[in-house]
């Protein structure tokens, strides 16, 4: 059985897949600073989840290095027993959480067992920041595919693909995001990458993550350029989307069926 909840209106989730409860990369509270303020400072538009009001959980999940998804405050008050993260967050975890049990995964240990679920870590084929990793949750019945900032999938990674159980649920974002190249070019590849993802895993159901049209000031949001669908009904009329499309715009948790 698959479980999920926002717990913000961006990137953190709550998942359970198969009695195993993850947060995925929470941000409750703050910003988000990228080097310097004056370079990047984000924060929410929509207020997240209450601390008291989050799940019961086993592990968080960091996806990606960024302090959006790698939040120290929300991490150091949440004050998690086990972790799963990126090797490149080794030190920085240890620094913030010295009593936290760590997973770190990377291209050589890419899989991991934790709770009869097999964690797979696929690494972008972008050898320059910004680097936007993957992962796939599968308990041996179903899978979960986790690309928080789009896929690009090569040979490689659609042979891992094909070892999974039949995808139950695509997290992906829907937004396109692009910076200039010497900021770091596509940030999100939008429906574009969201289309090429269904076209290689068949995915029951689709939910958008990373969305959220937060408060932002500095350099990074003086040249982005960001488009987003227009709407939930027209999601719904894409022909290779249509009922796969699950609008997450609340705080409830939801069984994915």
Same mark, same amino acid.
């Given at each position: 059985?698959?479980?999920?909840?926002? *717990?913000?209106?961006?990137?953190?989730?709550? *998942?359970?897949?198969?009695?195993?409860?993850? !947060?995925?990369?929470?941000?409750?509270?703050?910003?988000?600073?990228?080097?310097?303020?004056?370079?990047?400072?984000?924060? $929410?538009?929509?207020?997240?989840?209450?601390?008291?009001? /989050?799940?019961?959980?086993?592990?968080? =999940?960091?996806?990606?290095?960024?302090?959006? $998804?790698?939040?120290?405050?929300?991490?150091?008050?949440?004050?998690?027993?086990? /972790?799963?993260?990126?090797?490149?967050?080794?030190?920085? /975890?240890?620094?913030? *959480?010295?009593?936290?049990?760590?997973?770190?995964?990377?291209?050589?240990?890419?899989?991991?067992?934790?709770?009869?679920?097999?964690?797979?870590?696929?690494?972008?084929?972008?050898?320059?920041?910004?680097?936007?990793?993957?992962?796939?949750?599968?308990?041996?019945?179903?899978?979960?595919?986790?690309?928080?900032?789009?896929?690009?999938?090569?040979?490689?990674?659609?042979?891992?693909?094909?070892?999974?159980?039949?995808?139950? !649920? =695509?997290?992906?974002?829907?937004?396109?995001?692009?910076?200039?190249?010497?900021?770091?070019?596509?940030?999100?590849?939008?429906?574009?990458?969201?289309?090429? =993802?269904?076209?290689? =895993?068949?995915?029951?159901?689709?939910?958008?993550? $990373?969305?959220?049209?937060?408060?932002?000031?500095? !350099?990074?949001?003086?040249?982005?350029?960001?488009?987003?669908?227009?709407?939930?009904?027209?999601?719904?009329?894409?022909?290779?989307?249509?009922?796969?499309? *699950?609008?997450?715009?609340?705080?409830?948790? /939801?069984?994915?069926?």
């Amino acid at each position: 059985m698959i479980q999920v909840q926002r *717990l913000n209106m961006d990137n953190s989730l709550f *998942l359970e897949i198969s009695g195993w409860k993850v !947060l995925i990369d929470p941000w409750l509270e703050g910003t988000e600073v990228d080097f310097f303020g004056w370079f990047n400072t984000q924060w $929410h538009r929509t207020p997240p989840l209450p601390y008291e009001q /989050i799940p019961a959980f086993d592990t968080v =999940l960091i996806t990606q290095k960024y302090p959006d $998804h790698f939040h120290a405050e929300t991490l150091k008050k949440l004050n998690p027993g086990h /972790i799963i993260a990126p090797r490149s967050l080794k030190g920085k /975890i240890e620094q913030l *959480l010295p009593g936290a049990s760590l997973t770190t995964m990377d291209s050589i240990d890419s899989q991991v067992m934790v709770n009869n679920v097999e964690v797979t870590f696929l690494p972008t084929q972008r050898k320059i920041d910004p680097i936007y990793d993957a992962f796939i949750l599968d308990d041996g019945k179903e899978s979960v595919f986790l690309a928080t900032h789009g896929f690009q999938t090569s040979d490689k990674e659609i042979e891992q693909i094909k070892k999974a159980s039949a995808c139950r !649920l =695509l997290i992906n974002p829907f937004n396109y995001y692009k910076l200039p190249f010497f900021l770091g070019g596509v940030v999100s590849p939008g429906m574009d990458g969201v289309r090429h =993802l269904c076209e290689v =895993l068949h995915p029951k159901k689709v939910i958008a993550t $990373h969305d959220e049209d937060k408060h932002a000031k500095g !350099l990074v949001s003086k040249f982005a350029k960001v488009i987003r669908p227009s709407s939930t009904e027209a999601l719904q009329k894409v022909p290779w989307l249509g009922d796969r499309y *699950l609008e997450l715009n609340h705080y409830q948790k /939801i069984k994915i069926s």
